[in-house]
């Protein structure tokens, strides 16, 4: 079942979480806009193993058509995303910091900020929400489960809107996982990369007990 105001999902990344995030919300009866740096033309096998809930479209198409929008490229590429479609949109943050892939950003390596509020910061006007930046692609579908279920896993969440981040959260509830909010994005560095919660399969306390248990790096 889809929640209130949510009837598209627009996508910036196709990738292993964009794909994955994308097959999710069609089997929550989601439509989704699913976009690529190499254009729509490049997404047809893609969107024809989605169905007919799918299209592909370019990035600015992509920010447009979505209700709500996930981001699900490299850090590095943030800069190539469309603002103007997203001023007052619910945007989902995947993102997480390799500076062997995405370059060292000195931010980010003193830890004066965090990666989603170097993307709150380009994306004025949007309410980001990180989400689903802590979980290996493929178990955003083979982990899931109703709600209820024993032991059932847990995803994390961080945002500095609380609306914007209840949505997400119910979201992320019909997709199968219960939902431990971690703070604004200032603590999200909680379940970034080398923390204890980061890519473990934990149930709601265990993420709880491991998300209080994070330290900085410095
Ligand atoms: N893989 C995981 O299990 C996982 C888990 C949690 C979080 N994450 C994080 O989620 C983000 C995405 O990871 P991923 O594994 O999905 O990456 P990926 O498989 O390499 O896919 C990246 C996607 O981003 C697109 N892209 C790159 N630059 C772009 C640009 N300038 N404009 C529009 N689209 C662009 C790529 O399009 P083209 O192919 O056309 O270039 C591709 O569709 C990363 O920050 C990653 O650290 C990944």
């Given at each position: 079942m889809t929640i209130d105001g949510v009837k598209t999902i627009g996508l910036i990344g196709a990738g292993h979480i964009g794909s994955q995030v994308a097959r999710a919300a069609i089997a929550s009866g989601y439509h989704v806009v699913i976009s690529n740096s190499r254009g729509p033309e490049t997404l047809t096998d893609l969107v024809s193993e989605l169905g007919p809930q799918a299209r592909a479209g370019t990035t600015d198409e992509?920010?447009?058509?979505?209700?709500?929008?996930?981001?699900?490229?490299?850090?590095?590429?943030?800069?190539?995303?469309?603002?103007?479609?997203?001023?007052?949109?619910?945007?989902?943050?995947?993102?997480?910091?390799?500076p062997r892939r995405d370059g060292n950003i000195a931010a980010l390596d003193n830890?004066?900020?965090?990666?989603?509020?170097?993307?709150?910061?380009?994306?004025?006007?949007?309410?980001?929400?990180?989400?689903?930046?802590?979980?290996?692609?493929?178990?955003?579908?083979?982990?899931?489960?109703?709600?209820?279920?024993s032991n059932r896993r847990a995803l994390a969440i961080a945002g500095d809107d609380p609306v914007a981040k209840a949505q997400v959260a119910e979201l992320i509830d019909g997709f199968g996982f219960d939902v431990i909010d971690v703070g604004p994005l200032s603590e999200s560095w909680r379940i970034q990369p080398g923390t204890p919660g980061y890519v473990k399969q934990l149930n709601a306390e265990e993420l709880t007990a491991a998300l209080a248990t994070a330290q900085q790096r410095s």
């Open positions: 992509a920010a447009a058509a979505g209700d709500l929008v996930v981001v699900a490229i490299p850090l590095k590429a943030i800069r190539d995303i469309p603002v103007a479609p997203l001023i007052g949109k619910v945007v989902i943050d995947t993102n997480n910091y390799y830890e004066t900020s965090t990666s989603s509020e170097l993307l709150q910061a380009k994306l004025r006007g949007a309410h980001v929400v990180k989400a689903f930046n802590h979980i290996y692609a493929r178990q955003i579908t083979t982990d899931a489960t109703p709600p209820g279920t």
